[in-house]
C-alpha cells in the first residue's frame, strides 16, 4: 500500500532564511515521488521528482529533496525563502506500475518579510 | 502555461442545473484524471481514464458524469449537485505508465471553481 505522510500542516519562516517541508512515506514497491507547488486559485506545479537515479533531486526555483531510503523520507529544502515561495506544498507517492498517485494533505508555506 | 486548460475557470450553478466541466491537454498524454479539492480537505481522485477507458471511479455520486472521447479531452457532467460538491475541481494528464517513458509526472490543469447555491 501507498501512503503519504507530510508531518506539518503549516510552517513559517522569515525571508531569506532556509526552508524545510518534511515528507514520509510508505511503499510496497520502488516509489517515485513528488513534489508540486499550489498558489492561491491556481493549479498544481511541479517542482520536482524522484524516479529511482540520483537520490538529491534538484528542482526548479532552487528548490531540492533528497530521496531517503532508509529512513522513507523525501523532505523539501530551499536555502533561502523569497516571498513569492508562500503556497501550498504536496508531496506525492506513486508506485511504478498504473496510474496512481497518492497526495499528502499539503504544508501551507508562510514566508515572513 | 502548463499544457492542460479548464473552462470554465468559474461556475455559479443552482442545484437543478445541468453543467459540464472541460478540460483538454496538449501534452500528447494518454491519461487524464479528475480531481476535487475542498478547502481544508485531502485532494480527492475521482476518475481516470487511460486511453480513453475508464480505469478508476473512487465511489463518486452519480451526479458527477466522466466523458472521454479522445486521449485529449476529458468532461465532467453535473447535474442536481448539492452545496457540499462545491470545490475547486482539477484535471490532470499524464503519460500512461506502461509506455514505458521515464516520464509519468501528472500535469495539472488552473481548475475549475464550482459553486452550488
Known amino acids: 500500500a501507498q501512503s503519504v505522510t507530510q508531518l506539518d500542516s503549516h510552517v513559517s519562516v522569515s525571508e531569506g532564511t532556509p526552508v524545510l517541508l518534511r515528507c514520509n512515506y510508505s511503499?510496497?514497491?520502488?516509489?517515485?515521488l513528488f513534489w508540486y507547488v499550489q498558489h492561491p486559485n491556481k493549479g498544481l506545479q511541479l517542482l520536482l521528482k524522484?524516479?529511482?537515479?540520483?537520490?538529491l533531486v534538484k528542482g526548479i526555483n532552487g528548490f531540492e529533496a533528497e530521496f531517503k531510503k532508509s529512513e522513507t523520507s523525501f523532505h523539501l529544502t530551499k536555502p533561502s525563502a523569497h516571498m513569492s515561495d508562500a503556497a501550498e506544498y504536496f508531496c506525492?507517492?506513486?508506485?511504478?506500475?498504473?496510474?496512481?498517485?497518492?497526495f499528502g494533505t499539503g504544508t501551507s508555506l508562510t514566508v515572513i518579510p | 502555461e502548463t499544457g492542460v486548460t479548464q473552462t470554465p475557470r468559474h461556475l455559479v450553478m443552482g442545484m437543478t442545473n445541468k453543467k459540464s466541466l472541460k478540460c483538454e491537454q496538449h501534452?500528447?498524454?494518454?491519461?487524464m484524471y479528475w480531481y476535487k479539492q475542498s478547502a481544508k480537505k485531502p485532494l480527492e481522485l475521482m476518475f481516470v481514464?487511460?486511453?480513453?477507458?475508464?480505469?478508476e471511479n473512487n465511489s463518486v455520486p452519480s451526479r458527477f458524469s466522466p466523458e472521454c472521447p479522445n486521449s485529449s479531452h476529458l468532461f465532467l457532467h453535473l447535474h442536481t449537485l448539492q452545496p457540499e460538491d462545491s470545490a475547486l475541481y482539477l484535471c490532470?494528464?499524464?503519460?500512461?505508465?506502461?509506455?514505458?517513458?521515464?516520464?509519468?509526472?501528472?500535469?495539472f490543469g488552473p481548475g475549475t471553481r464550482l459553486t452550488v447555491t
Open positions: 490532470a494528464s499524464s503519460q500512461e505508465r506502461s509506455s514505458g517513458l521515464d516520464s509519468y509526472e501528472q500535469y
Open positions: 511503499s510496497s514497491y520502488s516509489p517515485s
Open positions: 524522484y524516479t529511482s537515479a540520483a537520490t
Open positions: 506525492v507517492v506513486s508506485q511504478n506500475t498504473g496510474n496512481q498517485f497518492y
Open positions: 501534452l500528447g498524454h494518454n491519461a
Open positions: 481514464y487511460n486511453f480513453k477507458e475508464q480505469t
